[in-house]
């Protein structure tokens, strides 16, 4: 689980109103909340079925075959899966980006770091061939022993440099509510208020957003 801290954060987006057609033009947004937008593409199509299906809004009922494809393999007979450890790794992916988003400002997916674990004799350290494994209720394919010895789970070090997980913090963002994402600039900030037919400013509101995990999702 994310650690408490990172639960209580907050983020804080300012939205651009049109009070006259009470639309959102578009939010500006510092890094932290850009590097959670980014974030997403990094998800494992379970992770995402995973987190979406606690929403029961209809914007996801898309996703209805991929929830079936999640189920049926939750479902699937031990007996028609090579290894019980197949359907604990398909339904508990982790990517590489994993230990970068341990350092986004809010966890999204919360899901639990991977866990590692050896049978007795592997773990004892002089092994024909060391096995890992990440389901306890597996057998060691070299001894054929139970890999239920934890060893741990070793955060990879990850490169954070100029501030943010994903994108720099030097600039602020524009997010439009398409989900389009681009620097914050005039030209931008005046090409969108174009598209939306605004010509004068006297019209628009700021709303300042303070979102935590919830909200983000
Ligand atoms: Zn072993």
Redesign the pocket.
């Known amino acids: 689980m994310a650690d408490t801290k990172a639960k209580e954060a907050t983020i804080s987006v300012k939205v651009i109103v049109d009070k006259v057609n009470k639309r959102v033009v578009y939010a500006e947004a510092d890094y932290t909340f850009v590097d959670i937008l980014f974030s997403f593409m990094t998800l494992p199509l379970g992770t995402i079925v995973w987190l979406l299906e606690k929403h029961d809004d209809k914007k996801f009922e898309g996703l209805g075959s991929l929830k079936n494809l999640y189920q049926s393999l939750e479902n699937c007979p031990e007996s028609y899966l090579p290894t019980e450890e197949c359907e604990y790794m398909l339904l508990n992916l982790r990517t590489l980006a994993y230990d970068h988003c341990r350092n986004l400002k809010l966890q999204i997916d919360n899901t639990e770091p991977l866990k590692y674990f050896?049978?007795d004799?592997?773990r004892k350290g002089y092994?024909i061939k060391s096995?890992f494994g990440t389901c306890t209720t597996t057998k060691?394919i070299?001894?054929g022993?139970l890999?239920d010895k934890d060893v741990g789970f070793k955060k990879t070090d990850v490169c954070v440099s100029g501030g943010g997980v994903f994108v720099s913090d030097i600039g602020a963002f524009i997010v439009t509510d398409d989900l389009c994402v681009m620097p914050y600039t005039s030209a931008n900030s005046i090409r969108l208020l174009t598209d939306h037919g605004i010509t004068d400013q006297s019209c628009l509101e700021d709303i300042k957003l303070d979102m935590g995990r919830e909200e983000v999702s």
Do not use: E, G, I, N
């Open positions: 050896q049978c004799v592997c092994p096995v060691c070299t001894y022993k890999v």
